[in-house]
């Protein structure tokens, strides 16, 4: 049975029209079976041999929320929303686990030729560079969350500005993760600012 906010949920191009960074929020906690159903969605999201390196830490706790906004320059927005989804990339564990990636459709042999190409070549990359491509997939499950968030009735905020070493600590993270982003999320009690945008023919290029 869906919760009273996610009954009015939104298509996708109203998702992404009506998508504000929204900086206050009302004090409503998220039901479980909100929060399922966006995770849900976002682990749909497409990823470079589909190796996945994105995870998600939710926090709901107001002690922990507390900490956040400090290792986040004070931002009231993450004290303000019932929940804050810490999106960090983790290709170590991809790495340590090639064998969870590999479609099991495919033959033994198959399987085992695909762990053997991938580990040759991130095994060619420093935990830096790996950490690096991984992130340039994880930004994909972000976008794809901030679109889910928005089109199942909630809205949410973006961040980077907070100190990544703060918050590693309070979340106990291991010291190789990227951080994507933190994103404060809850139903809006502001409306955002107006789109301000490149126009199209800034930004796009018809050959
Ligand atoms: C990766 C990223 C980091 C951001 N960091 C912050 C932040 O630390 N604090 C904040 O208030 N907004 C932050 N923003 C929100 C942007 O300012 C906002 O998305 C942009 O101005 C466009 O406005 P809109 O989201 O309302 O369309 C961030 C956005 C992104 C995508």
């Known amino acids: 049975m869906a919760t009273q906010t996610m009954q009015n949920i939104l298509s996708v191009p109203e998702a992404i029209e009506s998508r504000h960074s929204i900086r206050k929020f009302k004090q409503e906690p998220i039901p479980q079976e909100d929060l399922n159903k966006i995770f849900e969605l976002v682990r749909l999201s497409p ?4 190796l996945q390196p994105w995870r998600f830490h939710v926090v709901t706790d107001t002690t922990v929320k507390e900490k956040l906004k400090e290792a986040a320059y004070g931002q009231q927005q993450v004290t303000s929303a019932p929940a804050v989804v810490m999106v960090i990339s983790d290709m170590e564990d991809v790495i340590e686990n090639l064998p969870e990636t590999v479609h099991p459709g495919l033959s033994p042999d198959r399987q085992q030729e695909e762990v053997a190409n991938l580990s040759s070549f991130f095994g060619g990359m420093s935990v830096e560079e790996r950490g690096q491509w991984g992130l340039t997939q994880t930004n994909i499950a972000l976008g794809v969350l901030l679109v889910t968030i928005q089109g199942l009735g909630y809205a949410s905020v973006p961040m980077l500005g907070f100190d990544q070493e703060k918050v590693k ?14 994103v404060p999320f809850g139903i809006a009690d ?5 789109h301000h945008r490149f126009s199209l023919e800034k930004i796009v290029t018809f050959h």
């Open 47 to 50: 990823s470079a041999w589909n």
């Open 190 to 194: 502001q409306e955002g600012y107006e």
């Open 169 to 182: 600590e309070i979340l106990g993270l291991k010291e190789h993760v990227k951080f994507a982003s933190m």
